[in-house]
T-cell receptor, first 111, second 111 residues
Framework: DAGVIQSPRHEVTEMGQEVTLRCKPI?????LFWYRQTMMRGLELLIY????????DSGMPEDRFSAKMPNASFSTLKIQPSEPRDSAVYFC?????????FGQGTRLTVV | GEDVEQSLFLSVREGDSSVINCTYT??????LYWYKQEPGAGLQLLTY?????DMKQDQRLTVLLNKKDKHLSLRIADTQTGDSAIYFC???????????FGIGTKLQVIP
């Protein structure tokens, strides 16, 4: 397996634009997590899914953020409209009861 | 919900031992992990321990678990400059296998 795949690796966008981050979990994993990492706040859990169903989205900062998991092999995190304070590295991780495997992350810069 | 706490920073001299500490709140946590993040990279699993164990040793790494105090530690023997990274404590708990991370401890190894 190629591991957790995230795209794009880097994204630079202007304030106000819509941004969509993508994640392909490891096949067979039933839980998927979206994290945001910044220098100020460290690693924050935004939302996680179990069997494609959102279980806890209490970490989503505000209504500008939304996440979907239409099937077991794909998830998106959308920010609309984006703001400079959204600049961070966004990680996706998947797990099947034990170890959480991380993608390489998407570095988002909103200017 | 689960809360995982770590100190932010640790500095040691090359060749010395490093001890990174972590506390957690959910006594039902089943797996406890240490992840390593090198600059510009995602998180990689370093080692883990089951909740029914007190200690696990893996080459230069020793994990100690004190379930009574809900305290987890990672000892790195003979610390090398290549060990400089951010180390995250993480626990899995709950019926949906939620993975909760600490904020990460930045280990600086002085040559």
């Amino acid at each position: 397996d190629a591991g957790v795949i995230q795209s794009p690796r880097h994204e630079v966008t202007e304030m106000g634009q819509e941004v969509t981050l993508r994640c392909k979990p490891i096949s067979g994993h039933n839980s998927l997590f979206w994290y945001r990492q910044t220098m100020m706040r460290g690693l924050e859990l935004l939302i996680y899914f179990n069997n494609n169903v959102p279980i806890d989205d209490s970490g989503m900062p505000e209504d500008r953020f939304s996440a979907k998991m239409p099937n077991a092999s794909f998830s998106t995190l959308k920010i609309q409209p984006s703001e400079p304070r959204d600049s961070a590295v966004y990680f996706c991780a998947s797990t099947q009861n034990t170890e959480a495997f991380f993608g390489q992350g998407t570095r988002l810069t909103v200017v | 919900g689960e809360d995982v706490e770590q100190s932010l920073f640790l500095s040691v001299r090359e060749g010395d031992s490093s001890v990174i500490n972590c506390t957690y709140t959910d006594s039902s946590s089943t797996y406890l992990y240490w992840y390593k993040q090198e600059p510009g990279a995602g998180l990689q699993l370093l080692t883990y321990i089951f909740s029914n164990m007190d200690m696990k040793q893996d080459q230069r790494l020793t994990v100690l678990l004190n379930k009574k105090d809900k305290h987890l530690s990672l000892r790195i023997a003979d610390t090398q400059t290549g060990d400089s990274a951010i180390y995250f404590c993480a626990v899995i708990s709950g019926g949906y296998q939620k993975v909760t991370f600490g904020i990460g401890t930045k280990l600086q190894v002085i040559p």
